[in-house]
């Protein structure tokens, strides 16, 4: 079984950097991809970005040229660079590694337990 534990996220100001960390445990090499969400207060779980097989990237508009996402096999770490950021992108946000991929749900899919990131204006 896999377990994935977030950290990075905290307090920064509009403009400012953040890199968060999604470090694994157990096989994760059986997941097709590596994907970050995040859940504002009172709005649904979103996408932001996911990284595939042969590292293939997807990232959403809202973060497009903002965030990059990249992973360390060898630490098994997936990482999600956070740049420009603003205040809309106050969030919790959740390491996931997907069974099928990351478009859509699965009984496969294992989640992190989710970090902090509040950006004040």
């Known amino acids: 079984q896999v377990s994935l534990v977030e950290s990075g996220g905290g307090l920064v100001q509009a403009g400012g950097s953040l890199r968060l960390s999604c470090a694994a445990s157990?096989?994760?090499?059986?997941?097709?991809?590596m994907g970050w969400y995040r859940q504002a207060p009172g709005k649904q779980r979103d996408l932001v970005a996911f990284?595939?097989?042969?590292?293939?990237?997807v990232y959403a508009e809202s973060v497009e040229g903002r965030f990059t996402i990249s992973r360390d096999n060898a630490k098994k770490t997936t990482y999600l660079q956070m740049n420009s950021l603003k205040p809309e992108d106050t969030a919790v946000y959740f390491c996931?590694?997907?069974?099928?991929?990351?478009?859509?749900?699965?009984?496969?899919?294992?989640w992190g337990q989710g970090t902090q990131v509040i950006v004040s204006s």
């Open positions: 996931k590694a997907c069974g099928v991929t990351c478009l859509v749900e699965s009984a496969y899919d294992e």
């Open positions: 157990g096989p994760v090499f059986n997941f097709n991809a």
């Open positions: 990284i595939a097989q042969h590292d293939a990237v």
